[in-house]
């Protein structure tokens, strides 16, 4: 099962753009990529999901390159309340394999 | 619309017991996951079921036996507990189609101690 690789950890402040690359060099033809944040003692809540270029929603941007090897999450204008663990997966003929998630930690 | 639950929330078991832990989900997902989160690590993948009647292993299926009788419900168990067992488990569900999971939705969690 392909493995993604994030860092493991980031720190912003309030109003900053938070940009959280994922490196996925062995995604498969068909696999899409998705992100979920986590807070503590809570599971995990998706957040946007594509497959190539740009996708943008309502609380964050993926930016995917045309080799589709890596990955950008783009939290824009962030918050106290985005303090959290982003993780980024692949589908895996439907298994959703987490890795370890970016920390990012959001200070005042 | 309840999306997942889990039961129970809280379970002490002492090593050697067994318990099932529950999963309903009422979105009509086809896809079932559970996964296991010890403290400051990610989620790891148990079981999976891609329809009602099938499951499919995990990361870390050891020790752990799943039953997916309907399309509602997927349980987890556990036949002999042990301490290495003591984790958050996360129940999720999602529609698998056309090569993609759409948005998987989690339960709050069981939070197992082995004794």
């Known amino acids: 099962l392909a493995k993604t690789t994030q860092p493991i950890s980031m720190d912003s402040y309030e109003g900053q753009e938070v940009n959280i690359t994922c490196s996925h060099n062995n995604i498969a033809t068909n696999d899409y990529i998705t992100w979920y944040q986590q807070f503590p003692s809570q599971g995990p809540r998706f957040i946007i999901q594509?497959?190539?270029t740009k996708v943008t929603n309502e609380v964050a941007s993926l930016f995917i390159p045309a080799d589709r090897k890596s990955s950008t999450l783009s939290l824009p204008r962030v918050s106290l309340s985005d303090t959290a663990v982003y993780y980024c997966l692949l589908n895996q003929g439907g298994k959703l394999i987490f890795g370890q998630g970016t920390e990012l930690s959001v200070k005042p | 619309n309840a999306g997942v639950t889990q039961t129970p929330k809280f379970q002490v078991l002492k090593t050697g017991q067994s318990m099932t832990l529950q999963c309903a989900q009422d979105m009509n997902h086809n896809s079932m996951y559970w996964y296991r989160q010890d403290p400051g690590m990610g989620l790891r993948l148990i079981y999976y079921s891609a329809s009602e009647g099938t499951t499919d292993k995990g990361e870390v299926p050891n020790g752990y036996n799943v039953s997916r009788l309907n399309k509602r419900e997927f349980s987890l168990r556990l036949e002999s507990a042990a301490p290495s067992q003591t984790s958050v488990y996360f129940c999720?569900?999602?529609?698998?189609?056309?090569?993609?999971?759409?948005?998987?939705?989690f339960g709050q969690g069981t939070r197992l101690t082995v004794v």
């Open positions: 594509g497959y190539k």
């Open positions: 999720a569900s999602s529609v698998y189609r056309r090569g993609r999971n759409t948005e998987a939705f």
